[in-house]
């Protein structure tokens, strides 16, 4: 499998590593427009690979998209990362023509591809990537609810431990829904558990809010920390999902998708639980929403179709 990554920054660069290291792919190509960058960071990658015993060839290229031609699976990470103080949402105007010429592009050269939409802000740029491009549903996914949802249990297994419980985020499953955004994501505390017991019998409410704040602006508080975004989790979560992509895993990973009747909602791009194999999407998988947990979602799919709203002319007509 031939996978492309456009954007040779931290967070592109950090998905072709992982990519190369899982060794399921036979040749990743990292794309980039600043000269040089693409094939700096192939390099460095591949001179791992006796290191780390894996064979993916991993190629770097300035701008030159015909070395992606015949892409399986395509990330596209390009655009401005956010800085501290900003929100994704800020990042809308410049980012949807940069996202618009690379989905161009790209399907010149792979006009089959899979697409996983990286770039902030996400759930507006994959309804973008979806709507300008005309290609069927399953074909466009956005990486959002696979970090946001590592990020709560990485959350959670914090909360554990103040409690007196030995836990890693690999003994706690939780999952977060909706928008990709600090103020209208939904962890799904009702869902989540550790060792499979309910988090909600061992936790405390003031531990539980804790963790569900921390992981709503967890993207922020790194990005205050770090001076830029996040590239490992965010990096390592898009590999993630071309793994279950090319081993056509039928694998249930939160993701943003278009919605056509599910949940109730139409024309809207936004993180639910689904399946992923060989085709992208394979099924969407409808949760019964209740209570605070129905009305925090139907608030980030509102939040959601009001920043699409602000897309104006890079969506076509």
């Known amino acids: 499998m031939k996978v492309t990554v456009v954007g040779a920054g931290n967070v592109g660069a950090t998905a072709a590593n992982v990519l190369a290291t899982k060794g399921f792919a036979s040749e990743v190509v990292l794309i980039d427009i600043k000269e040089g960058l693409s094939e700096g960071k192939a390099m460095d990658i591949m001179q791992t690979a006796h290191m780390l015993n894996f064979n993916t060839k991993v190629t770097g290229v300035t701008n030159d998209y015909a070395a992606t031609a015949g892409s399986h699976v395509i990330i596209i990470t390009s655009g401005i990362p956010r800085k501290p103080g900003m929100s994704r949402e800020d990042l809308i105007g410049v980012n949807a023509g940069i996202v618009g010429g690379v989905m161009n592009s790209c399907l010149e050269h792979s006009p089959e591809a899979i697409f996983i939409i990286v770039s902030n802000p996400m759930d507006a740029m994959t309804y973008l990537a979806l709507k300008n491009s005309k290609l069927p549903r399953n074909r466009i996914l956005g ?102 992509i090319a081993l056509d ?17 139409k024309d809207l791009c936004i993180g639910v639980p689904v399946i992923l194999g060989k085709n992208g999407l394979e099924k969407i998988v409808e949760l019964k929403l209740e209570g605070d947990e129905k009305a925090k979602f139907d608030e980030s799919v509102a939040a959601a179709r009001e920043t699409n709203s602000r897309l104006g002319d890079a969506l076509k007509a």
């Not at 985020?169 to 017991?197: E, F, N, Q, R, W």
């Not at 249930?252 to 599910?262: H, M, T």
């Open 249 to 265: 895993a039928n694998k249930l990973i939160p993701s943003c998708v278009y919605l056509d009747g599910e949940y109730g909602e």
């Open 143 to 244: 990486q959002g609810g696979m970090l946001d949802s590592s990020r709560f249990r990485y959350f959670l297994s914090k909360a554990l431990q103040k409690a007196g419980y030995n836990a890693t985020p690999t003994d706690v499953d939780g999952m977060v829904i909706g928008g990709h955004s600090d103020k209208t994501m939904v962890p799904l505390v009702s869902l989540a558990t550790y060792k499979g017991i309910p988090v909600t019998q061992l936790l405390s409410q003031e531990l539980i809010t804790e963790a569900v704040e921390q992981t709503k602006v967890g993207g922020a508080t790194l990005t205050k920390l770090l001076g830029t975004s996040a590239w490992y989790a965010p990096g390592a979560a898009a590999a993630s999902m071309v793994e279950a």
